[in-house]
């Protein structure tokens, strides 16, 4: 069951939820998305944003706030544990962007900024502007770190 929610994400609203129509038409729109995303209405604040591809699921949970309105969306990875107690929104597993300076031009693939993300956290995407090669003195990529998990001092000696 669990398997069905694997690129669903949870999102609170800061004041009173818009409507699910006008979610749908700012968030397609902010998100620019290739797949097919369904929005459902959890409670008067809270949704579920389920997402058919992956790499949009990944880049969603890349920018985990977004401003629709008067309000601002929080969103967090969906999981079986924090749905008891309808939680979600308390989640301290989050995504955070982090950057490589001075790295050989060579360790510039996907394959391998992946793996010294995964040094630090848990991979979820490149920064598009590494994708392109647009900064090669500076790669950037997104991760998913628990705030409650010991802090990593070093990843390379």
């Known amino acids: 069951m669990a398997a ?12 009173k939820r818009p409507t699910i129509g006008d979610i749908e038409k700012i968030y397609m729109a902010l ?26 699921y990944r880049r969603a949970w ?33 995504p955070l962007w982090v950057g490589f300076p001075g790295l050989p031009a060579h360790l510039f693939t996907p394959k391998a900024l992946e793996s010294l993300a995964n ?13 392109m090669f647009n900064r090669p003195g500076y790669a950037r990529v997104c991760i998913e770190v628990d705030l409650m998990a010991p802090l990593q001092r070093r990843t390379m000696h």
Not at 69 to 93: C, D, F, K, M, Y
């Open 4 to 15: 069905a929610f694997q690129y669903t994400l949870v999102g609170r609203f800061t004041t």
């Open 31 to 56: 998100g620019n998305f290739q797949g097919r995303v369904s929005i459902g209405a959890r409670d008067y604040r809270s949704i579920y944003i389920r997402f058919e591809l992956e790499a949009d």
């Open 62 to 94: 890349s920018q985990p706030t977004w401003r629709m309105g008067e309000s601002t969306l929080h969103t967090h990875r969906w999981t079986p544990q924090n749905e008891i107690g309808h939680q979600a929104h308390q989640s301290h597993v989050v």
């Open 119 to 131: 040094a630090v956290g848990t991979f979820i995407c490149l920064d598009p502007g590494v994708k």
